[in-house]
C-alpha cells in the first residue's frame, strides 16, 4: 500500500546519498572511502562533528553535474516511494563548484533537470534550498549568497544554513542572510539542534528566519517555546537525526509532541535519511508509538508544512488539496 501522502522541509542532498551509491562512485573513479563505511555497509560515525566530517568526505566523491544528476534522480525516486510529494533539499555551492556562480549554475541546471525528470516518472515536486555550511565562515556564506542571489526563483527559493552550529554567531552571517533575503527568497537555518535557546533566539534576531531546522532545544527555554508559538515559526524537527545524534534518552523523550501541545508550528523530516538509518516512514512508525498519534495527527503536520512549504501559492494549494482525506 502505498503510504498517505507527505511534505518534507528539511533534506541534505548529499546526506540523502544512499551508501551504495556513493561507494559505487567511488568505484568508478577509483576514490578511497577509509571511515565512511560501517562493516555493515552503511555510514559510520562517532558523533556530531565526526558525521560532518564523515559527510564532506563521502561528498568529495561527487565531481561534476552528472554526478549531481544522478545523485537527484536516485534520492527523489527514493524519498517518492517513502510517501514524499514535496520536497525542499538542502543544496551546497561549496559542494557544488566550490563557490564559483559560473559552476554552480552547471551543478544547478543538472539538479534542476533531474528533478523535472523525476516528477513526470513519480509526480515528486521538490525546490531548492542554498546553503551555506556555517563552518566554512561568513566569507564563504556571503559566495553563497551571491549565487543564491543568482539563481533565485521557480526552483531555488530558500536560503537556510548548515553545519556546525557552534561555529560564529548569527550575527556573522547577518549580511549573507540580508543578501539572499534581499533576492526574495525565504529563510531558514539550523538552530536550536547542537546549541540551546540562546542560539534559536539569535537566529531569528540576527538573521530574520521564518523557520528553524531542528530547533528542538527551545524547549530548554519556556518563554522561547511560548515566543515561537506566537510568531508562528515553523520548526523542521528531525526526530531520528536527533536520536541518532545522541540528543535525547529515547523517543518518549523527544521534546517534538511537547512544543506541539504548546502551540508551536512542527513538522517532520528525515535531515540525512541513510546517515541516521531512517526513513518518514520510520519517523512516522516511532513517533505513533511514543505520543500514540494517529493518521490525523500526521495530516496535520503535513498541512503545517505544506503552509510553511517555500513554494508559490499555486504549488501550495495542490499539495493541501493532496492532503484532503480521500483524495
Ligand atoms: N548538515 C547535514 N546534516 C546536518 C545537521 N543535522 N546539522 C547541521 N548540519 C548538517
Ligand atoms: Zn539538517
Redesign the pocket.
Given at each position: 500500500m502505498r503510504p498517505q501522502p507527505r511534505i518534507e522541509l528539511?533534506?541534505?542532498l548529499e546526506?540523502a546519498a544512499p551508501p551504495g551509491f556513493i561507494r559505487a562512485l567511488a568505484g568508478e573513479k577509483q576514490i578511497g572511502l577509509k571511515g565512511v563505511f560501517a562493516p555493515d555497509g552503511g555510514y559510520a560515525f562517532r558523533d556530531f562533528l565526526h558525521f560532518l566530517q564523515v559527510y564532506e568526505a563521502a561528498t568529495a566523491t561527487l565531481e561534476t553535474p552528472e554526478d549531481y544528476h544522478r545523485l537527484t534522480r536516485a534520492v527523489l525516486a527514493e524519498r517518492a516511494a517513502d510517501g514524499v510529494i514535496y520536497l525542499e533539499a538542502?543544496l551546497s555551492p561549496d559542494f557544488c563548484g566550490g563557490g564559483d556562480v559560473v559552476a554552480w549554475r552547471e551543478y544547478l541546471a543538472a539538479i534542476e533537470e533531474a528533478a523535472a525528470a523525476e516528477k513526470r516518472t513519480s509526480g515528486i515536486e521538490m525546490r531548492a534550498i542554498v546553503t551555506p555550511v556555517r563552518h566554512f565562515g561568513p566569507e564563504r556564506a556571503r559566495r553563497t549568497a551571491a549565487c543564491a542571489q543568482e539563481t533565485a526563483g521557480k526552483f531555488v527559493t530558500g536560503f537556510g544554513m548548515?553545519g556546525d552550529e557552534n561555529a560564529g554567531r548569527p550575527a556573522d552571517f547577518t549580511p549573507a542572510f540580508d543578501m539572499a533575503r534581499e533576492a526574495g527568497l525565504r529563510l531558514t537555518t539550523?538552530a536550536g539542534?547542537f546549541a540551546g535557546p540562546e542560539s534559536v533566539r539569535a537566529s531569528i534576531a540576527d538573521l530574520g528566519v521564518e523557520r528553524i531546522?531542528?530547533g528542538v532545544r527551545a524547549v530548554e527555554d519556556p518563554a522561547l517555546v511560548a515566543e515561537l508559538a506566537e510568531r508562528g515559526i515553523t520548526l523542521?524537527v528531525?526526530p531520528g537525526?536527533n536520536m541518532a545524534l545522541g540528543l535525547f534518552p529515547d523517543w518518549p523523550a523527544h521534546p517534538i509532541a511537547h512544543l506541539r501541545d504548546a502551540g508551536v508550528k512542527v513538522t517532520v523530516s528525515t535531515?540525512?535519511p541513510p546517515f541516521f538509518r531512517t526513513s518518514l516512514t520510520r519517523e512516522y512508525e516511532c513517533l505513533a508509538r511514543a505520543f500514540r498519534w494517529d493518521e490525523e495527527v500526521f495530516r496535520s503536520l503535513n498541512i503545517t508544512a505544506a503552509t510553511a512549504a517555500f513554494c508559490d501559492e499555486t504549488t501550495r494549494e495542490g499539495l493541501l488539496k493532496k492532503l484532503e482525506p480521500g483524495s
Open positions: 528539511h533534506l541534505h546526506g538542502f548548515g539550523h539542534e531546522g531542528h523542521e528531525c537525526s535531515d540525512d
